[in-house]
């Protein structure tokens, strides 16, 4: 079975500050992770994902993603936050043999104080 | 701007109706998958489509159906209606098979309230 955790409901960072927001995943077979942003009564946009490769991937608007085998996780990070990163942050996992739809985490919301 | 467009936007139903949301594709995408998303919650993989076919299902009744069209577009019917179908539903439009490159494009959603 697949599944994402997001052990954080809610993030708080000051403007300027780094962020990062938490992300753990279970699956069977070699994942593909992905992190997803949603703003108010708006659908979700794609930031990053990890199939293989450099640990380390680069998304949108200066996001990047560490992904970890041995501690299975996959913690979304941006250097310096801005007010306009305030959202709701979504991790997800699937693989492309078998189910090949997503599994989401619960979600963070993320705010980026003035 | 993902190119994957969905109809109504918002709408209002009653216990038991039906509703039929709509959803067209990304152009040079196969695949369409539908998730419900809850007040709060993540969004819950509902059923894909691909080729025509449902390919996959998550949890849920059978009164929640669907159909793809040749065009890729597809249609999510709800019949009999319960207060706790009042969710934002969402279509993703995706590449699958070889070229697949993994990710799901989403459009806006349709927020559906039932009272």
């Known amino acids: 079975a697949q599944s994402v955790a997001q052990p954080e409901d809610q993030v708080n960072v000051a403007e300027g500050n780094p962020l990062t927001v938490k992300c753990t995943y279970s699956?069977?077979?070699?994942?593909?992770l992905f992190w997803y942003v949603q703003y108010p009564n708006r659908g979700l946009q794609f930031l990053l994902k990890?199939?293989?490769?450099?640990?380390l991937v680069k998304g949108s608007y200066g996001f990047e993603a560490e992904f970890n085998k041995s501690q299975t996780s996959f913690h979304l990070k941006k250097p310096s936050a801005l007010v306009s990163d305030s959202a709701l942050y979504f991790c997800?996992?699937?693989?492309?043999?078998?189910?090949?739809?997503?599994?989401f985490g619960t979600g963070t919301r993320l705010t980026v104080i003035p | 701007e993902t190119g994957v467009t969905q109809s109504p936007t918002h709408l209002i139903k009653t216990r038991g109706q039906q509703v039929t949301l709509r959803c067209s594709s990304q152009?040079?995408?196969?695949?369409v998958s539908w998730y419900q998303q809850a007040l709060g919650q993540g969004p819950q993989f509902i059923f894909q489509?691909?080729?025509?076919?449902?390919?996959g299902r998550g949890n849920f009744p059978p009164r929640f159906s669907g159909l793809q069209f040749p065009n890729y577009s597809s249609e999510l019917n709800v019949n009999a209606l319960e207060l706790d179908d009042s969710a934002l539903y969402l279509c993703?439009?995706?590449?699958?098979?070889?070229?697949?490159?993994?990710?799901?494009?989403f459009g806006e959603g349709s927020r559906l309230t039932v009272l």
């Open positions: 993703a439009s995706s590449l699958e098979g070889r070229s697949s490159t993994g990710e799901l494009f």
């Open positions: 699956v069977s077979g070699n994942p593909y």
């Open positions: 990890y199939i293989t490769g450099d640990n």
């Open positions: 997800a996992v699937r693989t492309l043999t078998g189910a090949n739809n997503l599994f």
């Open positions: 152009s040079g995408h196969n695949t």
């Open positions: 489509y691909y080729r025509e076919e449902e390919n």
